[in-house]
């Protein structure tokens, strides 16, 4: 089905957004999150399209900081699989920044959210409850390390996990930035991206690009996904 809405809900989000200053951090499709939240009275919306070969996902995610360093998200998305009618995920979660991230610093985060999904069968649906802890490290001018350590609660399966994530921003010039990671669950497969991070206004619009993969044996081309995403930031709103 085609979504003829998407470019004209873009153009709308690109120029509200790109009134005034942000702050840049770590954001989507890195799976690996940053210890920073927006900044204070803003918002942001992140959004995202993750392509397989057999599936194809479409995020968005927006999120805003009004009281008590504390970012708000709420977060849905269209996913649409091989053979499958096409499904429906919701997000929603709290991040509150416990330390400020300073240059040549570190930063501490926590976040706590849930993910739903009614499936068509019982064993499809899906009510996750997580925890992540984000640490960053300031290891130079715009470059960073994310170390996330984290649990999930499976309970419409009926089991819990530890989650992780390790990610690294390197900048290559001051609008292109490289970033590289690997995460995972316990139980499941370790996974890897890489890509390029661009500044298309500065502190303001940010596209993403990402390739990704599993690791080790069970690593298989049909696997293999890429992933654009889109990062919008607004002004002070008050």
Known sequence: MKNSWLPSIFSGLFIYFTAALGQAHAARPLNTDDANVVDPKSCQVESWVKKSNSSIERWAVPGCNFFGDTEISLGANFQS????????????????????????????????????????????????IYLNVPVTWSIGHDRFVHLNAGWIKHQSQGYSAQTWGLALEQPINRHVIGILETYGEAKQSTKYQLGLRFWVVPQRVQLDTTLGNVWGPSSNPTQRWLSIGLRLLSPPLY
Not at 90 to 104: D, F, N, S, Y
Not at 105 to 126: F, K, M
């Open 81 to 128: 699989d091989s053979n499958l009618p096409a499904s429906q995920y919701h997000l929603i979660q709290a991040k509150k920044r416990w330390r400020v991230l300073e240059p040549g610093d570190w930063g501490l985060s926590s976040t706590l959210g849930r993910l739903q999904h009614a499936g068509h069968l019982a064993s499809e649906t899906v009510n996750d």
